[in-house]
């Protein structure tokens, strides 16, 4: 891997040939903070003038300028649009997200289009709106129905905004709605798990993503666990919430497809799929990562600075780096394990087929058609599975 200065511009920039593409528009406005988020969103009071209509203006730019640097690019699988907190936009704004892309590439006549939403910024009407659109997947953020464990997240929602945003947007027409949970907030129960998976499995969604809490640096919730106030989350406890809430989504109907992902047949999220399976992305929007041929970059942060690389012409780049054979390899073992189609054992060196085979006697995994797939319990240690076939 070579850091290298990048001067807003992506020398030698080349898909390669095959595979997935896909475009990631990062949103990077927030009303509130979560506590515990350490991902790039402003809030009103830190944005310095940026503005939605300025950062659709860049956006359209920042597309145009790709679609010139990348010369001829494949038609677009999917799209996604994360943040930050996408439905501040509202829908006109994320069909804007849209028709930007589609002026600038061609999407694929079976693309996903997915957002991100808070429930407390979607409606009935929005979700007509977005599905009138094009959008064809919308991702909420649930976290859990218990009000305590929301007031710790400091999420703003009420605990049954989420189901009823996940069931209008059903009623729009989409067939494909995830509902995101957190697992390990300090106070959280087994009671209050079971309740949140429950309610989310009766909304009728397809996709169901569970992330244990962690505690990121520089976090308001990092401050509050240093003081004392609240607990770190304790991980033996996250590996029994895990099991809860895998084995109540299996009964369910849902099936895991990736460590922290389940989904009713046919409910996978093809995007994150792409990242998992070493695909191709253009990353758009303040902050946003892209990986294209063998160069990684991300863009500028705050929304001032991006909106101004875009006004002089240039592509709004803070640093790329060229990914060599190695760091590629130690990242497909690193997401791909974690997939249930498996690592393939081909893509292993002679080394690590040893080591692939004491994580097999360990009862870590298993070999299924010549992959390494993971069993229950190495799901739960799926980390140390990577560190033993790398190390």
């Given at each position: 891997?070579?850091?290298?200065?990048?001067?807003?511009?992506?020398?030698?920039?080349?898909?390669?040939?095959?595979?997935?593409?896909?475009?990631?528009?990062?949103?990077?406005?927030?009303?509130?903070?979560?506590?515990?988020?350490?991902?790039?969103?402003?809030?009103?009071?830190?944005?310095?003038?940026?503005?939605?209509?300025?950062?659709?203006?860049?956006?359209?730019?920042?597309?145009?300028?790709?679609?010139?640097?990348?010369?001829?690019?494949?038609?677009?699988?999917?799209?996604?649009?994360?943040?930050?907190?996408?439905?501040?936009?509202?829908?006109?704004?994320?069909?804007?997200?849209?028709?930007?892309?589609?002026?600038?590439?061609?999407?694929?006549?079976?693309?996903?289009?997915?957002?991100?939403?808070?429930?407390?910024?979607?409606?009935?009407?929005?979700?007509?709106?977005?599905?009138?659109?094009?959008?064809?997947?919308?991702?909420?953020?649930?976290?859990?129905?218990?009000?305590?464990?929301?007031?710790?997240?400091?999420?703003?929602?009420?605990?049954?905004?989420?189901?009823?945003?996940?069931?209008?947007?059903?009623?729009?027409?989409?067939?494909?709605?995830?509902?995101?949970?957190?697992?390990?907030?300090?106070?959280?129960?087994?009671?209050?798990?079971?309740?949140?998976?429950?309610?989310?499995?009766?909304?009728?969604?397809?996709?169901?993503?569970?992330?244990?809490?962690?505690?990121?640096?520089?976090?308001?919730?990092?401050?509050?666990?240093?003081?004392?106030?609240?607990?770190?989350?304790?991980?033996?406890?996250?590996?029994?919430?895990?099991?809860?809430?895998?084995?109540?989504?299996?009964?369910?109907?849902?099936?895991?497809?990736?460590?922290?992902?389940?989904?009713?047949?046919?409910?996978?999220?093809?995007?994150?799929?792409?990242?998992?399976?070493?695909?191709?992305?253009?990353?758009?929007?303040?902050?946003?990562?892209?990986?294209?041929?063998?160069i990684r970059w991300w863009n500028v942060k705050h929304p001032n600075a991006y909106t101004q690389?875009?006004?002089?012409?240039?592509?709004?780049?803070?640093?790329?780096?060229?990914?060599?054979?190695?760091?590629?390899?130690?990242?497909?073992?690193?997401?791909?394990?974690?997939?249930?189609?498996?690592?393939?054992?081909?893509?292993?060196?002679?080394?690590?087929?040893?080591?692939?085979?004491?994580?097999?006697?360990?009862?870590?995994?298993?070999?299924?058609?010549?992959?390494?797939?993971?069993?229950?319990?190495?799901?739960?240690?799926?980390?140390?599975?990577?560190?033993?076939?790398?190390?």
């Amino acid at each position: 891997m070579t850091p290298r200065t990048a001067p807003a511009e992506l020398p030698g920039l080349a898909l390669t040939p095959g595979g997935a593409f896909g475009i990631y528009v990062h949103v990077p406005f927030c009303a509130t903070r979560c506590g515990y988020c350490d991902f790039n969103t402003y809030t009103p009071a830190e944005l310095g003038g940026a503005n939605p209509a300025g950062f659709l203006a860049g956006l359209r730019t920042e597309l145009g300028l790709a679609a010139a640097q990348l010369g001829s690019p494949p038609p677009v699988d999917t799209v996604f649009v994360g943040g930050g907190t996408p439905s501040l936009l509202g829908a006109a704004g994320l069909a804007t997200v849209l028709d930007a892309i589609r002026e600038h590439f061609v999407l694929a006549p079976d693309a996903e289009v997915t957002t991100e939403a808070n429930p407390e910024s979607t409606s009935a009407q929005f979700f007509a709106q977005l599905r009138a659109a094009g959008f064809t997947r919308v991702s909420l953020g649930m976290q859990s129905t218990a009000a305590h464990v929301l007031a710790v997240l400091d999420r703003v929602h009420s605990p049954g905004r989420a189901l009823d945003a996940a069931r209008e947007a059903r009623d729009a027409g989409f067939e494909h709605v995830n509902l995101d949970l957190i697992y390990g907030t300090p106070g959280e129960s087994d009671d209050d798990l079971l309740r949140s998976v429950e309610a989310a499995v009766d909304a009728g969604v397809d996709h169901v993503s569970g992330y244990a809490l962690v505690v990121e640096d520089g976090t308001a919730l990092a401050r509050r666990v240093r003081r004392g106030e609240l607990s770190p989350p304790d991980n033996d406890a996250l590996a029994h919430r895990y099991e809860m809430l895998d084995a109540r989504l299996s009964a369910a109907g849902f099936t895991w497809y990736e460590v922290s992902n389940w989904c009713r047949p046919g409910g996978e999220c093809r995007h994150n799929l792409g990242y998992w399976n070493g695909g191709q992305w253009w990353g758009a929007g303040p902050g946003a990562h892209g990986f294209v041929g063998a160069i990684r970059w991300w863009n500028v942060k705050h929304p001032n600075a991006y909106t101004q690389f875009l006004a002089d012409g240039q592509l709004p780049v803070a640093d790329y780096e060229l990914l060599g054979d190695g760091v590629r390899h130690i990242e497909d073992v690193m997401l791909r394990v974690r997939l249930r189609d498996g690592l393939p054992v081909a893509l292993l060196s002679k080394t690590e087929r040893r080591r692939a085979a004491t994580v097999v006697e360990d009862g870590l995994a298993t070999l299924v058609s010549e992959r390494l797939v993971l069993t229950d319990r190495g799901r739960l240690l799926a980390d140390a599975v990577v560190r033993e076939l790398l190390d």
